[in-house]
Structure formats: C-alpha cells, structure tokens
C-alpha cells in the first residue's frame, strides 16, 4: 500500500500545499514532549480531504472525469471534490443531507459542485449517489472507502516524517479512518517504531470499540461536537487497515475537544477545527502516554461562527 | 538608524521567533497581487511587542535590571515587558487602568508581572509609571517612544525582507508608531524603492492626519475595534520618523477590520487581533494601490473570545 501513497505524493505535488509544521514552547512544556503540529488546517479548502479527492480524481480517465463525480458528504470531503472539480473543469454533485447548515451547502456551491439534497429519514446517501451515477455516468468518489482516497490521505503523515525525523508517537482523529489509515500506512514504512494513535470524541467512539472488539461497531448520528468524526463506522477497506497499521485507539471528552480547540485558538493562533483537535486533546487531558517527540495532525480548520462562539464562551 | 536595528536583530536572536512567512492564492486571487504576510501574531506572547521589549530590557546593565523594570499598558507591550522579565528573572510592574479588561489584566499577571491600577480620569498613567521609577529605583520601557523598543519592533520587517526579496510595498500597522518606524528604517535600508505605508482606523487616524499635515494630532480614547491603535497620538521620537521614513499612510474603516479579521480567520485560519488585520482591511478594501509584491505585517493575535464572538458574528 505505501507505493499507492508514494504515487499520490508524485500525483498531488504542485496542487496540494505541503502544509507546514508548527511547533509550540507552551505546548511542549504543558505535555513534557516535543510536539510537532502537521497543521492540515492550512491546506487547500482548509482540510486534508483534498489531498484524497486530487489523488482519486487524478486516477480517472479523461473519458470518466469529463462524465463527472458524485460523492455524499455534507463536510470536508464535498468541498475537497468541488475544488478539485473546479480544477479540472468538470461537473461535480454532492448529496447532501436536507438538514445541513446553509454555510456547508453555500461552500460546497461556492466551489461550483451541483448539491442534491435528501431526506435522511427516507434515502440513504450512498443508494441515492449510485442511482445518480448510474442515471448520469458519474463516477463516485467515497469520503473514506476508497484506495485512492486513503493513499492521498497518507501523504500528510508522509510529508511529515520526510521533515520531522524519528517522531515515537503520532495522533491522527478518526472518524472514517481514511487519514488514520493511511497516515499509518506512511508511518509503518518509514518510521515501523512510532506508534500510530486514532484518537476519537468517546461519544462517538466506534472505531475505538471496534479496534478493541475486532468486530466492526456502528453509532449513528453521535452528539458530538467534532462534526468530521460523526461517520457512523469504519469502512469495508479501513477497518482492516486500522487493524493491521494502527498500534491503539483512544478516546477523549467533548469538553477535552473544546478545551483543545481554545489552546489552539489562544495560545497557537491557529483555527481548528473540532474533529481536527482531537489529537491535542488526547495530549492535554493525558490520555495517551506522553513520548519524546510527538506527531499530531491538525487535520481541518473548518468551523463556522456558531461553533467557534460556543467554543469560546466555555 | 538601521544598525540599531541590526544589533537588535543579534540581540533578540534565539529569543525572539523567526515568524513564518504565509502566502495565499484566495488572497492574490481577491486583490491581483503576490502577498507576503509576516506572521507576527505567531511571535512569542502573541505580538511583535516581544521584540522591542526583549531588545530594550537586554540593553539595560545588570544592576538596573535587577531594579526591576516599569511600564504603562494595558494590551500587548505589557505582556511582552511581563514575559522578558520573567526570562530575565526579574521583577515587572505594570501600570494599568483600573478598567483595563480582566483578561489583559490575568494574562500579564501570568507571566508574573505585579499590576497597579490607576483611574484614568485622576492620573496619568506616564506620571504614576515616573512617580513609582523614582521611588524604586525602575527603569521605564515605554511602550513605543524609545529607541530600543523601536530598534526591536524594526527586526519583523528586516526578517521579511531578507526571507522574501524584491517587495514594491509593505503594510504595517500603526499605533504609536515604534513598529511603523521601525519596519520603514529598515526597508529604506534594505530596499529603498518599496513603498511603506502605515495603515490606522479611520476612528483613530490621528497618525494619518498627522503625516499630512506634519503638525502633530491627538484623539483621546477613539472608539475602534483595533485597540492596539487607540494610543492618542505618534511619540515625540516616532512622529519625525514616521515623517521621514514613511511613504504614505491610509485609514481603513471598522468594517473593512472586521472583515479582515473574519478573512483570516475563515480562509488562512489564524487568529488575528483587529490592530494585526489592519494591512489586510487596507488590501481588502481598495485603499491602497495595488502593487505587484505586497509585504504585510499581522502585527498580533492576542484577541478576547468577547471581540472574536462580535467579529463572527457581523
């Protein structure tokens, strides 16, 4: 699997940015490590889904990307595919809950990506994006189940250890586990000794259940505030591979999540997002054991002002 | 001038971070032009009031320094005399308002500074600051007019120009002046054909009034958002050198800040307080001509979750 994200690094290069590092004396100090921040909030539409969506698309055959994409999300990954849509000057069409917030809907459109919206009670996302694909001749690009996908995603965790040498430890947030997957795919071949942490919200815990159980749990619509984690499951491709790359899984309190989401506000000056703070909250509410030198991606910057408020006046 | 600047640089080097340098394609999209933003609001305490302080209180001799050091603010050069002192381990009084928010007043407090609070309408924060040296044999590091401190705050631009060659304009804040004028000796040193404007709320833009009609104007406790620009006026060494050194200077309205600072909030994801979005506001906004390689200095971050909440939600 690490040649797929090797080819992804080749494929994406000069379209994703190669985020920077950030690193932080507080920090250091408060957790007694060296923490190395792969800040994926400041990545191209403010997450790493990019990385994914420009590696899948780019695979397709010009026959197939000018039919164009469909995908179902209501998050990150709808604007990482209108982007890169855009980029390549072909039609995309993300279903989308009819109960997301405007602010999702008018980013997602923003990118210029046709958004067809569903009742959740009566459709499912995934039958309806395959009724739309067949009708049209779309191609479908899932948010996490995908190998394309997950290769792009590794590049992240990739990119660090090429500028970070010998991390012992590195947190990714799991909510599909397409990051968490594939930036321990990158770990395992470059750097087998760091540990590979999936860090999740413990309201919304079922990747940590299912790691533990080795039997796939599933929890629908979890109330948490980290809204990227809120996938119901693992995937058919990422839950063997968290099984296999992933040393542990961990959880955290929603009020761990907003407490992260504030020191990054505060003392980094960096906005986070909630799902994307979740290694940070792992870190300060000491829920993993604390190494010498630490990874944590940021994965996402995406909040919207009512969010950020409800942070901030905690 | 520009010597003190680069012994400031030698003094402060290893202290002071070497901030990063982010660009933005939304950015040069929205305004036509290449845009370099020093990011000062990532400097240590928050604000490139680090630097002139750090530089200023290194200069003293041992003996003064274990005096003890005073000074008069309520916002960032407070923070950074509180923070120097400390790495110093030295004492640090801080004269405040006695309506200076809670916040200032805890945070300067955190890095072990004593404050005494004063009535705005009975004393003169100078005077009391004066009163207090003499008593106790403190040296005052005013918060702008003092070589030192200027010589300091010159260090961001001096940085900027050496990581990023061939700038047509910088934007720089503008308060009491000791970071315009320092950022404007350097760049007529390092490069003279870049124009340095400084940019002050249209509420407050005492300095503005000043520099065309080259007498100095005053406004008492001007109504902006920006509080790190409601100083009254340019100091007695700043305004000649503002004078002499600087091209131009533009306000911006309280709208145009706002709306910077929910810019960088939303599309480069960092923090930045309303005084450190002023250059952004003038880009944004149109009040400046566009050149083809615009530095801009985002002179801090340190913003409350009240003003953060206000800014959001506009």
Known sequence: MFEQVQAAAERIRGYAHRTPIMTSRTLNERVGAEVFLKCENLQRMGAFKYRGARNAISRLSEVERQRGIITYSSGNHAQAVALVCREFGIPATIVMPDNAPATKRAATEGYGATVVAYNPDEQSRSALAEQLAAQHGYTIIPPYDHEDVIAGQGTAALELHQDVPNLDMLLVPCGGGGLLSGSAISTKALR?????????????NDAVRSFRTKSLVSIHNPPTIADGTRTP?????TFPLVLEYVDDMQDVTEAAIIGAVQFLFYRLKLVVEPSGALGIAALLSGRVPTSSR???ILSGGNVDAATMTHILAQ
Do not use: D
């Open 233 to 237: 499951s693992l995937g058919q491709l």
């Open 192 to 204: 087998p000794q760091c540990r590979v942490i999936g860090i999740e919200p413990e309201v919304a």
């Open 294 to 296: 630490v990874g944590v």
